[in-house]
């Protein structure tokens, strides 16, 4: 179970490139991470996906927190 106490959800590509078409962001040939910082500024948050230190983050609803943290450890 992740650190955070939630239940660990990642999604694929194919959901992710429907929550962009549904929200009128054009999943074109763009990365997972691309896509859903694009997805996150469409939503009027911050693109910051990726980017948790240390698997700390303040946003304990976002949707990506799961994949983030994931994509973070790999990044660094």
Same mark, same amino acid.
Request: glycine content about 6%; charged content about 25%.
């Given at each position: 179970?992740?650190?955070? /106490?939630? @239940?660990?959800? *990642?999604?694929?590509? =194919?959901?992710? *490139?429907?929550?962009? @078409?549904?929200? /009128?962001? @054009?999943?074109?040939? *763009?990365? @997972?991470?691309?896509?859903? =910082?694009?997805?996150?500024?469409?939503?009027?948050? +911050?693109?910051?996906?990726?980017?948790?230190?240390?698997?700390?983050?303040?946003?304990?609803? &976002?949707?990506? *927190?799961?994949? &983030? +943290? /994931?994509?973070?450890? =790999?990044?660094?």
């Amino acid at each position: 179970m992740p650190p955070h /106490g939630l @239940k660990e959800t *990642r999604m694929n590509m =194919k959901e992710i *490139r429907a929550i962009a @078409k549904a929200q /009128g962001v @054009k999943p074109l040939k *763009r990365t @997972k991470a691309d896509l859903i =910082k694009s997805i996150q500024l469409n939503e009027g948050n +911050f693109d910051c996906f990726a980017s948790a230190q240390q698997q700390a983050c303040n946003q304990t609803c &976002c949707l990506w *927190r799961d994949d &983030c +943290f /994931g994509q973070a450890t =790999k990044a660094a």
